[in-house]
């Protein structure tokens, strides 16, 4: 079982739905990020957290260190938003951390 | 601000030969880390970087290295290229090392190798 599960896989909705993308961990962690990977290949970091709640524009990152796990919502969707959103975990501390990643949730929003 | 720079964005080799790639950072950052994103395998962590010095190490075959330089520029080595080491070669920046700090990533590095 990998240690960050992502889902789902895949998913493709209607432009204006509203997106949710799960994360769950099985590892103790200290900090959790949400990042998007577009066709090109770069990566943008969207969020990175370690309680609670974040929120910028229409997207909202929660995190619940009880239940390991994580959701990133997007609200009122667009077709610029389609991409792979991962999800990674940092582990351990110092020199000896990992960072753990999910295999990521490819989106496609129609119009 | 400038962001993150890789240099080159796509490029082939063949097997046996090797490879350097190059990331600049974002002015100011000090910690330079480099990750290995494949089809089958996803991201993977190779290491990262602080002034100068090896903080933290994947686990990759002792082919692939890496250094620092003074202004925190970084460069990757792939020695003896195979196959399976066509992969898309990220690296990310941040103003501290270790643990914390958000991570910016540049555009990649595309190998193939033949």
């Known amino acids: 079982k990998n240690e960050v599960e992502q889902s789902p896989q895949n998913l493709t909705a209607q432009e204006g739905e509203f997106i949710t993308i799960n994360c769950s961990y099985s590892?103790?962690?200290?900090?959790l990020h949400w990042l998007q990977q577009h066709p090109g290949g770069g990566i943008v970091s969207l969020f990175m957290?370690?309680?609670?709640?974040k929120k910028h524009g229409r997207l909202i990152a929660t995190i619940n260190i009880q239940e390991k796990h994580s959701s990133l919502h997007i609200t009122a969707s667009h077709p610029r938003d389609s991409a792979v959103y991962i999800c990674?975990?940092?582990?351990?501390?110092?020199?000896?951390?990992?960072?753990?990643w999910g295999a990521g949730t490819k989106l496609i929003i129609k119009p | 601000k400038a962001g993150v720079t890789q240099t080159p964005r796509y490029l082939i080799k063949t097997r046996g030969q090797q490879v350097t790639l190059s990331c600049s950072p974002i002015?100011?950052?000090?910690?330079v880390s480099w990750y290995q994103q494949t089809p089958g395998q996803g991201l993977q962590f190779l290491f990262e970087?602080?002034?100068?010095?090896?903080?933290n190490k994947g686990n990759f075959p002792g082919r692939f290295s890496g250094r620092q330089f003074s202004n925190s520029r970084s460069e990757m080595n792939v020695s003896t290229l195979e196959l399976g080491d066509s992969a898309l070669y990220l690296c990310?920046?941040?103003?501290?090392?270790?643990?914390?700090?958000?991570?910016?990533f540049g555009e990649g590095s595309r190998l193939t190798v033949l």
């Open positions: 990310a920046s941040k103003t501290s090392g270790g643990y914390t700090g958000e991570l910016f």
């Open positions: 990674a975990v940092r582990s351990g501390m110092d020199s000896n951390y990992q960072l753990i």
């Open positions: 590892v103790g962690i200290s900090a």
């Open positions: 957290l370690s309680s609670g709640k």
């Open positions: 002015s100011g950052h000090r910690s």
């Open positions: 970087y602080f002034s100068e010095t090896q903080r």
